[in-house]
Every structure is written in structure tokens, then in C-alpha cells.
């Protein structure tokens, strides 16, 4: 094999396509074409390290020849990075800083389901049975020097043999992981608390907590022990990062290296929405106007009251909800106006953008509103949009470029005079105040911080 080239990460999915300049091995599902309809499934190529070296004994032997062959940027960082699902409806911090960092140094992405307890839900039980298919696979090979796992954890914490079993078997997968792609004297990454028993487990050199969220506080989790493994792995961790201020004041108990590293922005591709060139999708081109829009999960921390009070205070107006429900919105798909279009892919957001009027922050007043950060308000912004939200502090930051009322009744006076006052000054003051916030800055930081870190190790 003479390389491996890989595409810019494509618009249905994170992972991008892989050409190998190689004929693909004999009934291969990579010597089939490709069609449109592999693209709308998120089924992009995805290789293991069987594909490269069919005389390998195992699929585990070839990974360290495989490793050998891939061109490499920069050995002086590897990352282990444990992280949300890969393949994931939505976008999160973990795959904008992991696809960034993983674009300079060799990266092992590892995707750690089981934070939450799972229903029983079909999306649900098809999810389990596929991870649990990934879990004893070899490493997949999905962009240069950039490697994706699974290590599935059982949720049941608040059992001892559960607990054990989670520790054996991840020590297991993950050192032998390690091995067959040589990434010892890595900086293991932890994005997500439940995998932090690892920390310190690994050999690696550096141990990095980054913590966007009060994992406790979200929903469907085991509140005590969650909360117990956030706090075991900060006081671990050799770094902190958090993403707003609230999160690194509760951190800093814990940890004295504890640093701010706000969220970014994709701007130069959500301002798109703003150019008078951007088409708005087919399905949106007949909503009747003023649209009122939101992107993300339906979860339990949206305030769904809320929405069925402006759709019934407001019958002309259109409440265009993009993305996953995990809750029960029965009651608000029956109004006439609201309109409830599933999960799109993450590059299309821009085009929804573009056909949304108002976009709207509904969320329930709770413990975890006080310390998130949704990725929702820079992009937000960076699309230019009148922002109406309920309180809380990632919103409050940015002053009068978001309205923060509390209630249905004040999101319809805030969103009329949304309506009513929106100039082209006013969209370029949103986007000012988030061009250059973006995550190739955050990834930047980070970095010099990470480097500056390994410096003052090796001066010691």
C-alpha cells in the first residue's frame, strides 16, 4: 500500500472517506461504489486493520504494520481521547476538538457509551446491540493518523460487580488497543467522567479532564455516582479544562490546575446562513412565516410548556423543531403550527438557519441550567439570528444580543420584538461577537497550555 488519503469530513457524518491506493481485498465492502443513499445512513468507509494485511493471523496483528504505514503529522503528542458516540445524531465539543486535535497528532477516539441508563426504546436496544458488536473489534481506521473504538460501559454503577467488571474489561480493550497501535506515552483525554477509572492506568504521560457539562445534573444518569466519578477524576486528572466559569469554580475544589477554555463556534460555516445565496431546504420553503426555530435533542431539559404556549398564543407563527425527541411531545405535534422535521445532518444547519426568523433556548430552570453551556447560542449567533432564551449564564454573557425572559408569555413579547427589530446591523453585531471564537482557537489554546504543561514536567 503506498498511503492512505482521506477526504475533508463529509456533510452527513464526522467520520470522512478513506481511498487506498490498493485494489480493496477480494468481497471487500469497500470495492463497492458507494451511493447516495450510504451517504444519507452515515455509512461512510470505515477500515479496519484486517483490510491492510490479509495474511495477519489477526486482525490485532496488523494494526501495529497498519500504524507503520499511515503518515503521520506530528509524533511529538498522541491522544487517547474518551469521548461521546462517533456516530452521534448530534454534535458535541468531543467531536469538534477531537476531529481538530486528530488532524495534527495521531489520535485514538474512543467512544464511551453507558453515561446514561438506556430505555426501551427500538433506537435504544438497536444502539446496544451495535456497540456491543464494536466492542472486541480491532481499532477502525477512519481519517490519517485517526482511529475510532467502542468501550461500552454498563450504566448499573450502584453494583459492585458491575463496577468491576466495567474496570477489568476496559483495561483489557483498552491496553491492548494501545499496544497493537503503539500509542504508549500518550495524553489520555477524558471528555466524558464514566470511563475516569482508566486515568493514571494507561501509562500515559499527561492526564487530561475536560468537562463541558454537570454530567450529574443531565438527564437519565445515576446522579450520586456520576457525580462521584466527575470529582475522582478531576482530583486525578493532571489538567482540568472546563468550559465556562460556574463548572471551573466547582472543579477548582478538587483540582488546583483547572483552566478556563470557553466553547467554539463552526463560524465561517453557520454564517453561510446569512448569505443572500444560501437556499433554505425544500421542506422549509413553504412554512408559513414568521418561522420560530430550535436545533438539538427534545429532551427533559427543554421546557416544552413553553413552546406549546407560543404556538397557541401565536397560531400564525410556524414552531420549527429540528432534531432527535426524547421526550413526549404528543400535545405539541397535534398544533397545526408547530412542525417537527427529525434530526438533519449537522452541515445542513446552516440552510435551516436560513429559513428561521427568531431561534429559541427554551430550557426547564434547573440545577443544570445554571452550568451549561449549549453549543446552541454561538451558533446561533454566528448565523446572525435574534436569540430569545430562558436565563441562564451562558445566554445572560452576551447581553443584549440574546433576550432572556422567563416564561411563554414573555419568549411571545420578546420574539415580536425580534420580529420587529431586526436589522442587518444588529446580525452583524451577533456574528461580530462570535467570529473568533471559533474551535480551531480553542483547539489552539489548549494545545499551548498542554505543551507548556509537558515543558514544566520535563524541567522538574
Keep these: 500500500m503506498n498511503g492512505v488519503h482521506c477526504s475533508t469530513w463529509p456533510s452527513g457524518s464526522i467520520v470522512s472517506d478513506c481511498d487506498l491506493d490498493r485494489q480493496s481485498p477480494k468481497g471487500s465492502q469497500h470495492s463497492q461504489p458507494r451511493s447516495s443513499q450510504d451517504d444519507a445512513n452515515q455509512s461512510a468507509i470505515v477500515l479496519t486493520c484486517a483490510d491492510f494485511d490479509d495474511s495477519s493471523s489477526s486482525p490485532w496483528d496488523s494494526c501495529r504494520e497498519l500504524r507503520t504505514r499511515v503518515q503521520t503529522k506530528n509524533e511529538s503528542m498522541k491522544f487517547i481521547h474518551f469521548g461521546n458516540d462517533w456516530f452521534a445524531e448530534n454534535r458535541t465539543s468531543s467531536h469538534h476538538i477531537a476531529k481538530r486535535i486528530g488532524t495534527r497528532y495521531p489520535m485514538l477516539y474512543v467512544e464511551v457509551p453507558g453515561l446514561k441508563k438506556p ?136 483540582n488546583a490546575n483547572v483552566h478556563l477554555s470557553p466553547h467554539g463556534v463552526e463560524f465561517e460555516m453557520f454564517a453561510l446562513s446569512a448569505s443572500p445565496t444560501m437556499e433554505i431546504p425544500e421542506e422549509a420553503k413553504e412554512l408559513r412565516r414568521p418561522v420560530i426555530g430550535w436545533w438539538g435533542v427534545l429532551d427533559l431539559r427543554v421546557d416544552i410548556s413553553i413552546l406549546e404556549h407560543v404556538a397557541v398564543a401565536r397560531p400564525n407563527w410556524t414552531i420549527l423543531l429540528i432534531g432527535r425527541t426524547a421526550v413526549n411531545v404528543a400535545a405539541l405535534s397535534r398544533l397545526a403550527n408547530v412542525v417537527l422535521v427529525g434530526t438533519k445532518p449537522y452541515t445542513d444547519l446552516p440552510k435551516w438557519a436560513k429559513a428561521i426568523d427568531v431561534c429559541i433556548l427554551p430550557y426547564t430552570q434547573s440545577a443544570w441550567t445554571e452550568r451549561s453551556s449549549p453549543l446552541k447560542v454561538r451558533e446561533y449567533l454566528a448565523a446572525g439570528k435574534p436569540i430569545v432564551a430562558t436565563p441562564f449564564p451562558e445566554a445572560e454573557m452576551f447581553g443584549s444580543l440574546v433576550q432572556v425572559v422567563a416564561d411563554g408569555p414573555g419568549f411571545v413579547c420578546a420574539i415580536e420584538e425580534a420580529l420587529a427589530t431586526d436589522t442587518p446591523e444588529r446580525i452583524s453585531l451577533r456574528q461580530k461577537a462570535v467570529r473568533s471564537n471559533t474551535w480551531e482557537t480553542v483547539v489552539d489554546n489548549v494545545l499551548e497550555k498542554l505543551e507548556a504543561e509537558l515543558r514544566a514536567r520535563r524541567g522538574k
Design 119 to 254: 430505555s426501551a426504546s427500538t433506537r435504544d436496544l438497536r444502539k446496544i446491540v451495535e456497540k456491543l458488536r464494536l466492542t472486541f473489534q480491532p481499532p477502525q481506521l477512519v481519517a490519517p493518523h485517526f482511529w475510532r473504538m467502542t468501550l461500552p460501559q454498563m450504566p448499573l454503577r450502584r453494583f459492585a460487580f458491575i463496577r468491576n467488571g466495567n474496570r477489568i474489561l476496559s483495561r483489557f480493550l483498552m491496553r491492548r488497543a494501545i499496544r497493537s497501535l503503539d500509542f504508549k506515552d500518550a495524553i489520555a483525554w477524558f471528555h466524558v467522567p464514566h470511563p475516569g477509572f482508566l486515568a493514571k492506568q494507561l501509562g500515559e504521560k499527561l492526564t487530561v479532564f475536560y468537562c463541558i457539562d454537570d454530567y450529574s445534573r443531565l438527564p437519565e444518569v445515576d446522579e450520586i455516582a456520576v457525580q462521584d466519578m466527575d470529582d475522582t477524576l478531576t482530583a486525578t486528572a493532571d489538567i482540568v479544562f472546563t468550559c465556562n466559569k460556574t463548572l471551573m469554580e466547582t472543579h477548582s475544589r478538587h
